[in-house]
C-alpha cells in the first residue's frame, strides 16, 4: 500500500519536473509597462534583462499593436536560449537625428541559440531620410540608421519578420557562426536610397530562405569573409540583385568562399548575380 503511494507520488513529481523544465519562461512588454502607440525602449529592454538572465528558455513578447522604439542594442551573453516574439508593429523614429547617428536601430549581439520571431514588422520610417540624403554630394552628411544589426550570434535563427523602409541598408550582419533567415519580408520604394536587403561580412553557414526582398538596390550583398553562404528559394527585386562583394577596396580583406545561390527568382533587377571589385588597390 505504502510502497504503491510512493511511486504514484513519485511518478506526479518526475511528470511535474520534466514539465517545469520543459516550460518556456514568458516575458511580455506589457508586464514592463509598453503601452500601445508609446516608446517601449525601457520596457523591451528591461524584459530582455530578465529573460537573458533566466536560466531556462525564456521568450520576450511585444503582444499585436503599434509601437514606438528608440535605438536598443540587446546583448548576450545569455544563460540559456531566448527567443523574442515580436507580434507587433515597432516604429523608428521618422527624424534620423533622434537616433543620433547609430549604426543600426535595433541591435542583436553576442547571443548563443536566439531567435527572432513573431510575424511582426520593424519599419524604419525612412521616407524622411531618404528625402534629406545629400551623401552623394555632402560628405559630411547625417549618418543614417539601418533597421537591424546581428552581431556575433551563433546558432540564431531570424523568422517570419517584416523590415520596411529603412534609412539605410536594411539588415547587418556580422561575425556570426549559423545563423538562419526563414520567411522574411524585406522591402522599401524602388525608390528609396541605399537601403540594401541584407549585407552579411565575417560570418559562417548563414543560410537565407524562403524570403522576399524588394528595396530598389541590393537584396543580398556578401563582404569580405562571408563563408558558407546558402541563398535558396529568395524572391528578389526590383533592385540591383544578388551581389558579391565589393572587395578589393581594403588591405587584409578575407575571401569570401562557398556561396550556394539556389532556386531563386530574379525580377526588375539590373543583374542577376555579379562580382563588385575596386580596380587596382593592391
Ligand atoms: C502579452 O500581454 C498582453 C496584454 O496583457 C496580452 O494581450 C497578450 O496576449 C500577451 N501575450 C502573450 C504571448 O502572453
Ligand atoms: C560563438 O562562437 C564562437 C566560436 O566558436 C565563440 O568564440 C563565441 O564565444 C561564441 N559566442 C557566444 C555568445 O556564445
Ligand atoms: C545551427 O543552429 C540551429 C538553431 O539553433 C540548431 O538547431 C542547429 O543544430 C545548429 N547547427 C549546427 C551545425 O550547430
Ligand atoms: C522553388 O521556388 C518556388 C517559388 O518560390 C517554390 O514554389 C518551390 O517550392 C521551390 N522549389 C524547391 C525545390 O524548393
Ligand atoms: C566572380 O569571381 C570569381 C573569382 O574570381 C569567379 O570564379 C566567378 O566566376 C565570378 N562570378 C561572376 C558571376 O562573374
Known sequence: MDTKLSITTFTLFLFLASYVSAQTN?????????????????????????????????????????????QIDLKGPCKAPINVQVDGKILAPKNPKLLN???QWVKFGYINFFTLSGGGTFDGQGETAWKHNDC????????????????????????DITSKDSKNFHVNVLGCNNLTFVNMNINAPATSLNTDGIHIGRS????????????????????????????LNVRCGPGHGISVGSLGKYPNEE???GLTVKNCTLKNTDNGLRNKTWLGQC
Open 26 to 70: 514568458g516575458f511580455n512588454v506589457t508586464k514592463y509597462g509598453a503601452l500601445p502607440n508609446r516608446d517601449i525602449t525601457k520596457a523591451l529592454t528591461n524584459a530582455w534583462k530578465d529573460a537573458c538572465g533566466s536560466r531556462t528558455p525564456s521568450k520576450v513578447v511585444v503582444p499585436k499593436g503599434t509601437y514606438m522604439l528608440k
Open 101 to 103: 547617428g547609430v549604426d
Open 136 to 159: 552623394g554630394t555632402n560628405k559630411n552628411c547625417d549618418r543614417l540608421s539601418m533597421n537591424f544589426g546581428f552581431a556575433f550570434l551563433n546558432n540564431s535563427i531570424i523568422q
Open 204 to 231: 559562417t553557414q548563414v543560410v537565407i530562405t524562403n524570403s522576399i526582398i524588394g528595396t530598389g538596390d541590393d537584396c543580398i550583398s556578401l563582404g569580405d569573409g562571408s563563408k558558407q553562404i546558402t541563398i
Open 255 to 257: 575571401p569570401i568562399e
